[in-house]
């Protein structure tokens, strides 16, 4: 089952936003599991736009200029 998150996000003018996360599902006791949390986010969702990350684990808008960098 995946599971979505809440998580605080940093858009690139340093502004902090509250979304959703939703976490690849790994299989219980495996080594994926001890994976930081952003290690493990499928995508985030910002204002309804489900977000994937880049290979920086950076989330780039393609409806606004910003991009998120998850920060807590």
């Known amino acids: 089952m995946t599971k979505l998150v809440d998580v605080k996000v940093k858009d690139q003018y340093s502004q902090t936003y509250n979304v959703k996360a939703q976490l690849r ?3 219980e006791n495996s080594e994926a599991e001890r994976l ?4 493990r986010i499928e995508h985030i969702v ?3 736009e489900v977000i994937l990350p880049s290979i920086e684990l950076l989330f780039e808008s393609r409806q606004t200029e910003n991009i ?3 920060v807590d």
């Open 46 to 48: 910002v204002d309804g």
């Open 68 to 70: 998120y960098r998850v």
């Open 36 to 39: 930081d949390l952003f290690k």
């Open 25 to 27: 599902q790994v299989p």
